[in-house]
């Protein structure tokens, strides 16, 4: 009796081999992690999205000559790492790049040194708030965003201003609180005590109230022995008439001081010798005069005695 054998059918082409589990696609293995990375940054920008510098109460700080400019954007770090994340994701679409466990956790530790930082400002600002701890500034000074070299520059605060201040020191810079918002300056020029104001030097004009007068012949002399008198009243001591030279024709007069006080008037005549009618000036053995100005003080040959040589007094002659 015939046996009948099925016949075994063999594909012109082999298949693929059966498996237990299918393969997983490339493009799902790319697009997993970049969905999870995607989902944390979007999270992520709404949390720092949310913390804003001004959601704080307002915080008191001098403001009166202050002038700043509030950032419209995230700060850079945030910026850079959700641009990664749009790059990564741009190039895994196209096939053209993967994305490694090492660079989601890179991507992840730089978000959450980001937050970290917020977190700290933000808590510098509320602590400088409770505190009132508040320095002064010694010069104008620029107001930055950040401590580092790549700061932007937002503003700048007068000199002899109050500002609160965090604590918070880098790279030379300490944090302040403008109008609520945390800005940066030099630290070096921040002072606990506001600086007293440097006195005002002598200037022209002013009466003279020690009761010292003068006879002369000039009407520039007057003012040379107002304006002295006015700014030194110590001086009580004048000279103008004199048989010989200058003081002969009533155009000289002799203040009588020596020292350094001598010096700062002489100075100060030589400043101001336009104003005042001044042809020259000696002191100390020293010269000075219109005709040869270029060449500053002039030493003088001795005469011999203190007064001879103007030690003990500033002799001014005028036009």
């Known amino acids: 009796m015939a046996q009948h054998r099925h016949k075994r059918e063999t594909p012109a082409t082999p298949g693929p081999r059966p498996s237990r589990f299918s393969r997983i696609p490339r493009s799902v293995l790319v697009s997993a992690p970049i969905a999870v990375v995607a989902t944390m940054s979007a999270v992520t920008m709404g949390v720092l999205a949310a913390a804003p510098a001004t959601s704080d109460n307002t915080l008191l700080a001098s403001t009166s000559t202050t002038s700043t400019k509030t950032p419209t954007e995230a700060p850079t770090d ?56 508040k320095l002064w500034t010694l010069e104008v000074l620029n107001l930055w965003d950040g401590p580092s070299e790549k700061a932007e520059k937002l503003g700048e605060i007068g000199a002899l201003e109050q500002v609160s201040v965090t604590g918070r020191r880098q790279l030379g810079r300490a944090q302040v609180v403008i109008d609520g918002q945390s800005r940066w300056v030099s630290a070096d020029y921040l002072a606990q005590d506001k600086p007293e104001p440097e006195p005002a030097g002598p200037s022209l004009g002013g009466a003279c109230a020690n009761g010292s007068t003068i ?80 060449e500053g003080w002039r030493g003088m040959s001795d005469r011999g005695s203190t007064t001879a040589n103007h030690y003990d007094h500033v002799h001014v002659t005028v036009y």
């Not at 007057?222 to 110590?234: G, M, T």
Request: glycine share 8%.
């Open 78 to 133: 945030t910026a850079a790492v959700a641009q990664s994340f749009a790059n990564a994701t741009s190039l895994a679409r196209r096939g053209e790049a993967t994305v490694s466990r090492s660079q989601i956790r890179t991507a992840a530790k730089a978000e959450s040194a980001v937050r970290e930082d917020l977190k700290i400002d933000r808590l510098a600002r509320q602590t400088a708030k409770k505190v009132g701890n």
């Open 215 to 294: 006879d002369a012949g000039r009407a520039s002399l007057y003012e040379i022995h107002d304006v002295v008198c006015a700014n030194w009243p110590e001086i009580t001591s004048y000279g103008t008439w004199r048989s010989d030279g200058e003081h002969g024709q009533g155009r000289a007069i002799d203040i009588m001081i020596s020292g350094e006080t001598g010096w700062a008037i002489a100075e100060f005549l030589r400043a101001n010798y336009s104003a005042l009618g001044i042809e020259y000036i000696i002191y100390s053995q020293q010269m000075w005069s219109v005709e040869r100005s270029g």
